[in-house]
């Protein structure tokens, strides 16, 4: 195991080091150094703290409406794959809604949408939770989970629908319970086999979180866009953005990377 | 009819009044919004498939440095929100283009809001749209090719003769997800101020802040459209996949 | 080959399509609804003082103008990459828009006021809003203010739009917002404005505030501007302007 890793490692290494790869990381660097000579990024120190603030921000809307939205994407998914038919037709509805409407109208509808009704309804203010309602974040993070659940939901149909029936019909066989079948055999089954597209769903999610801003949640995107009306400073605050959403997209796939490798090999599927 | 149901529901005529065709109804407005993003949608799926087709060709037969070029495309425009991607392009790639025909010694050219949407939504499908096609291509049997080759066609003939009809039914489900990527992404032009749907319908919100009615009512729109289009889609692999036999596991 | 030529024929066509005679002047208005300065109608015309002050000028300057919507947020860049070649969109003249766009002469000033929810009785102050909510648009004098005053002591919210702004205010989701006075004389004199009262105008900081709402364009042309202000001297002399004003609001707001 230890000696293909090592030799992946170093055939990785003579990789990057092809003639005209070198050409190209060379050429690269040098845009990199020209970007940092030329370009203005002298706002960073000022709006550094904000910056972390706002990253902080994106990262946990992201695990949150990823841990929510997969909880939902269960029953959503076991729904339509195996459930009575008035539990499958909201189900796919569900479903077909979120993946059919663009997220920022979603994220609209929730946002401003509820909003306009709490007006008609005087009791909402007076109620324990007005202190969160009146926050954007919930709002945000509902409407991401949404999305996830709805998204994930589609692919778990798909990861109960192709576990081998005998396997369920053999549980039964073994005298477990329904849930036991459920909670054994069918579940962990389904996971093993959605996990692999989780990783890409997970970046995805990750692209989308910026539209958030647009209800006045701070995430990282939206600090940006603040420096870029405080100093009128139009490119460099998105491209270090597009840099920082890169690193993050690229350490989600690093880290499902070796999940994957984990897991996998203790299910053998 | 209707009058049955408005006692019941006080609220609905009001919508109803508000969505009608005729001013004071916004229905109109909503409308064009949609015809914008369908227009700006096809567009871009066009475009985005054309950069895939060479991309893809780019990435399997290319020379190093293509293949590499390529990869930092799909790479980047893959990992980037779409969001960061249309405004750097919508603002940068107007200033580039007319600094580079200034360079030619040409005048500038004014670029119109749609063309720009088409354009930036293009370069993000281009992206995705390479990899599908690629994938598709790679599951072309190689024995077809060969036979193609064997028969004396070159390679442009093979591609177009072979290749190409060989992977259309193998990529027509990437594609139809790319579709729908591509209409929901429209949404996304409203943020720099382009009237499609999204803008059209925030705009009438705003104004008659009626934002329940008219966000519901839009959704119902894009909900329409990507149901539509998928049935469509769905009667195109239905066709293309006849008479390809054990093509599709 | 044939789809690659067909695609480069129909872009080329697009770009024809999209290059407009050199001499007409678009005119970039906030593609977000500014009532009563410029908002659309249900027949899908944008309407309001600023567009009938926008045509009254360019037929006075004898202009060929395009009104085209851009987004708020987006909009000094637009004008700077060369996508419009004017703003009239109530943007204030202030000392930090100078450093990278001009501006015509004022076309009109109006004091920056604070509104609030009712029930809550406070002051125009740091002190008074301390521990509130207060919304701004996005890229106004507004936001600039109140995180140079405010912030810290009051959660500031940023819109992208005032509508959202107002609406939030509405929801009672914000204790209060930062505006323009014209712009929340409406909104207040509207049913969702019911909630609301207005507080008083915040203290005067020229620097942030500015000297008055004035035609933006690119550095250096000058001779865009000098028709500009040939066009304002005229509908003011003329009488034009008092009309137009007259039709919105009943006092003058030409401020001074």
Excluded at chain 1, 191 to 199: D, E, K, S
Excluded at chain 3, 212 to 241: P, Q, S, W
Aim: hydrophobic share 50%; with cysteine.
């Amino acid at each position: 195991m230890r000696g293909t890793v090592t030799g992946s490692v170093s055939g990785a290494v003579r990789d990057w080091l092809r003639p005209h790869r070198i050409g190209l990381i060379a050429l690269a660097l040098a845009l990199a150094v020209w970007a940092g000579v030329s370009m203005r990024w002298d706002w960073i120190p000022r709006y550094a703290g904000l910056g972390l603030e706002g990253l902080w921000r994106t990262l946990w809307l992201l695990g949150l409406s990823i841990l929510i939205g997969s909880a939902m994407a269960v029953p959503l998914g076991l729904a339509q794959a195996s459930g009575p038919v008035w539990l499958a037709a909201p189900a796919r509805w569900f479903c077909t809604v979120i993946r059919g409407t663009p997220l920022l109208l979603q994220i609209w509808l929730i946002y401003y949408g509820l909003g306009s009704l709490f007006p008609q309804y005087p009791w909402i203010r007076q109620s324990e939770l007005w202190p969160y309602l009146r926050q954007a974040w919930p709002y945000a993070l509902l409407a991401l989970s949404f999305s996830f659940a709805g998204y994930e939901g589609e692919v778990m149909r798909g990861a109960f629908r192709s576990v081998p029936h005998g396997q369920l019909e053999a549980g039964r066989a073994y005298g477990f319970s329904r849930f036991a079948v459920f909670w054994r055999i069918h579940l962990p089954q389904a996971i093993a086999r959605a996990l692999p597209t989780l990783g890409g769903e997970t970046v995805l999610q990750l692209k989308a979180t910026p539209l958030v801003a647009t209800i006045t949640v701070i995430d990282i995107y939206a600090v940006a866009s603040r420096v870029r009306q405080d100093t009128f400073i139009i490119y460099e605050p998105l491209l270090l953005l597009a840099v920082i959403y890169m690193i993050i997209a690229g350490l989600i796939a690093l880290g499902f990377r070796l999940l994957e490798n984990r897991f996998t090999r203790g299910l053998g599927v | 009819m209707l009058d049955g149901l408005y006692s019941l529901w006080p609220g609905l005529e009001a919508s109803v009044t508000l969505l009608s065709l005729e001013p004071p109804g916004w229905g109109a407005n909503l409308l064009r919004g949609a015809v914008n993003s369908l227009i700006i949608a096809l567009g871009a799926f066009g475009l985005g498939a054309v950069i895939g087709i060479f991309g893809a060709l780019g990435k399997l037969g290319g020379g190093p440095v293509t293949r590499d070029l390529l990869s930092v495309y799909t790479t980047v425009v893959r990992a980037v929100p779409e969001l960061i991607l249309i405004l750097i392009l919508y603002y940068a790639g107007t200033d580039l283009l007319n600094q580079f025909l200034r360079l030619l010694g040409q005048r500038p050219v004014e670029i119109s809001g749609l063309a720009a949407g088409i354009g930036v939504l293009g370069v993000v499908q281009g992206a995705y749209a390479t990899e599908v096609l690629r994938g598709a291509i790679q599951s072309v049997p190689r024995g077809q090719l060969e036979a193609a080759r064997a028969y004396g066609m070159t390679r442009s003939q093979t591609f177009r003769r072979v290749t190409f009809p060989a992977m259309l039914p193998l990529a027509l489900p990437g594609l139809s997800n790319l579709w729908l990527i591509a209409t929901k992404d429209t949404a996304l032009l409203a943020i720099v101020g382009f009237s499609e749907l999204t803008l059209e319908t925030r705009q009438a919100a705003g104004s008659t802040r009626a934002y329940f009615t008219f966000f519901l009512a839009a959704g119902a729109i894009y909900l329409l459209m990507t149901l539509v289009s998928g049935r469509i889609f769905g009667w195109i692999e239905a066709h293309y996949r006849r008479g390809q036999a054990g093509a599709r596991a | 080959m044939k789809t690659f030529f067909l695609a480069t024929t129909a872009a080329a066509a697009l770009i024809a399509s999209a290059a407009t005679a050199q001499e007409t002047v678009r005119v970039g208005i906030a593609a977000e609804p500014y009532p009563p300065f410029t908002a659309p109608d249900a027949a899908g015309n944008w309407v309001g003082w600023e567009i009938d002050i926008i045509n009254a000028v360019c037929e006075a300057a004898e202009m060929t103008c395009e009104i085209t919507p851009t987004a708020w947020d987006g909009i000094i860049p637009a004008l700077v990459s060369g996508r419009i070649d004017a703003i009239m969109a109530s943007m204030s003249i202030t000392e930090d828009r100078l450093q990278t766009i001009d501006f015509s002469d004022p076309y009109y000033n109006t004091p920056t006021v604070i509104v609030a929810q009712n029930g809550v009785e406070i002051e125009p102050t740091p002190e008074g809003l301390a521990g509130l909510i207060l919304g701004v648009q996005v890229s106004t004098i507004h936001q600039t203010y109140a995180q140079q005053y405010f912030e810290g002591e009051t959660e500031i919210r940023t819109y992208q739009t005032q509508d959202e702004a107002n609406q939030d205010l509405a929801a009672g989701r914000i204790d209060a917002a930062q505006a323009d006075s014209l712009a929340m004389e409406d909104f207040l004199n509207s049913e969702a404005g019911a909630c609301c009262h207005l507080v008083g105008a915040v203290a005067h900081d020229e620097a942030i505030l500015g000297s008055g709402v004035g035609v933006g364009l690119r550095k250096g042309e000058d001779d865009l501007r000098e028709r500009f202000n040939a066009g304002i001297a005229a509908i003011l002399e003329n009488g034009t302007y008092d009309e137009i004003t007259s039709e919105y609001f009943q006092t003058s707001i030409y401020g001074n």
